[in-house]
């Protein structure tokens, strides 16, 4: 019975990490609710990892510029490729 | 005599043609130049070894990124069986009685009150950039696959051939690596 509504921290913040995209199900924050209720340990977990979700998301971005190999690295793979065709 | 028109492989042309394209295609999935570069030359040897699977079908470059998401796999496969596990650093009691709750010296201590407002700061960002390279490579691979390339959950699954589970139990333990380093390198300090 216990176990239906009552998880430890480990999964715990397992959930709280899944919400911080938006993927954790009604019933795991329903459990996460109830235990940020009663644990002070992963309420400011919580916390702070909505705070790195807000710094990721302010400081990460995708690179627009397509990645590409320098010349000479091309030149380089072009030889190797020869080789192996011979 | 057929009327479509066959696709053909032209390895000659391989590198001018698709080596740059799947040299990004691979950097957006494993986030290291050195290891992109590599998976790409192996795709192409694979390739070279594999034409007379080529049954002209699909295109050559289509052709050439299904021989690369496999080395992806592999790639990841890779990081998986070796380094990753013994840099896994546990936050709570794995055993006994307080199994699952934090163990005393992981517990998150309290931050800088300034927390919220110290958000824009470049500092910060390469404190991140510092901590997020830190990660052992497979936790980073996946992390960034999701919060840089914002790749969904199931596509990351598929190209990493990893369950959902597997996927956010990794995330549990990168984002958890990040908060600590973030802490001991800007916020608590």
């Known amino acids: 019975m216990s176990n239906i509504f009552f998880i430890n921290c480990d999964e715990a913040t397992t959930i709280c990490n899944k919400n911080q995209y938006k993927e954790a199900s009604l019933w795991e924050k329903l459990k996460l609710g109830i235990h940020l209720f009663i ?7 919580s916390k702070q990892n909505a705070t790195l979700t807000k710094v990721c998301d302010k400081h990460l971005h995708k690179c627009e510029t397509e990645h590409k190999l320098s010349e000479e690295e091309k030149e380089e793979l072009q030889k190797k490729v020869i080789e192996k065709i011979k | 005599m057929s009327i479509q028109s066959k696709h053909t492989l032209d390895p000659n042309n391989w590198v001018g043609a698709h080596s740059d394209y799947l040299f990004n295609y691979t950097i957006t999935r494993v986030d290291n130049e050195e290891v992109a570069k590599d998976i790409v030359q192996e795709t192409f040897f694979s390739g070279l070894k594999a034409q007379n699977n080529f049954r002209g079908q699909a295109s050559e470059r289509t052709w050439l ?3 690369l998401k496999r080395k992806i796999i592999d790639h990841y496969r890779k990081i998986n069986s070796t380094k990753g596990k013994a840099e ?4 709570f009691y794995q055993d006994g009685d ?9 517990v998150p201590k309290m931050w800088d009150n300034e927390a919220e407002r110290d958000i824009e700061n470049e500092e910060l960002k390469s404190a991140l950039d510092t901590c997020i390279d830190n990660l052992p490579e497979k936790y980073r691979m996946v992390f960034v696959m999701k919060n840089v390339q914002h790749y969904e959950t199931e596509e990351i699954c598929n190209e990493l051939g990893i369950t959902a589970s597997n996927l956010w139990v990794i995330i549990h333990r990168a984002r958890h690596q990040l908060r600590k380093c973030l802490e001991d390198n800007w916020f608590a300090k």
């Open chain 2, 88 to 91: 896994v650093r546990v936050n």
């Open chain 2, 98 to 106: 307080r199994k699952g709750t934090w163990l005393e010296e992981r």
């Open chain 2, 65 to 67: 990124i299904s021989i």
């Open chain 1, 39 to 45: 644990c002070k340990n992963c309420g400011r977990y």
